[in-house]
Structure formats: C-alpha cells, structure tokens
C-alpha cells in the first residue's frame, strides 16, 4: 500500500497548482483520502477530505472556495485543485488514508510535496 503526493512548486500569490495523490495497493473507492498540510513551525492540519463511498468532501474553512478536491477512480488517483493561492497557503501537503473522514486516525502517509507560494 502506498500514497504518493506529487505536483507541489513555486507558484506566485493568487497563482494555481494540482496535487495528485497517486494510490497503490488498495482500492480508492473504499477509503477516504485526505489532504494534508504542515507549515514551517505549525501542527499538520487537515485541508481537504473526500469520503470513499459517496465523493463528498470537505474543507478546512481557510481554503474552501478556492481549493476543489476530486478523485479518479480509474487513475487511483486524487487530485487537489488549489486556485488564488497565498502565501499562508505554503507548506508540505500530503495525502492519507482513513475509513471517514472524521477522524484522527490516518495512515499509510506518503512523502509529501511542497508548495511555496511567494513572488
């Protein structure tokens, strides 16, 4: 079983990128899978989540309406769109597994992948 979170670089504030989180060993339609992120100094924090067996999702409410996660089954993969970027929002994101979302216990965390947001 493996996560790995890709896509992260240097993006100028108000800029855009997408993270995949490439899944192996397991099947994504019956996990939940969450994206993470942990600032230089600060707790990792939640940023998004998508439920395994109904696509909902939810957001930490410092990125909702500007960052969209989605999944594509068939890829095994998971996507975060983070559009007008700022520079709270640099860190090294990662994705993980767990059965809902609700929950504190998450695993097979992959290497992440930073964002730097800065002009």
């Known amino acids: 079983v493996q996560l790995q979170a890709s896509g992260g670089g240097l993006v100028q504030p108000r800029g855009s990128l997408r993270l995949s989180c490439a899944a192996s060993g397991f099947t994504l339609g019956d996990w939940a899978i969450g994206w993470f992120r942990q600032a230089p100094g600060k707790k990792r924090e939640m940023v998004s989540c998508?439920?395994?067996?109904?696509?909902?999702?939810r957001y930490a409410h410092s990125v909702e309406d500007r960052f969209t996660i989605s999944r594509d089954n068939a890829e095994n993969t998971v996507y975060l769109q983070m559009n007008s970027l700022k520079s709270e929002d640099t860190a090294i994101y990662y994705c993980?597994?767990?059965?809902?979302?609700?929950?504190?216990?998450?695993?097979?965390w992959g290497r992440g992948t930073l964002v730097t947001v800065s002009s």
């Open positions: 993980a597994r767990s059965l809902i979302c609700s929950t504190d216990l998450w695993q097979d």
């Open positions: 998508m439920r395994g067996d109904d696509d909902i999702s």
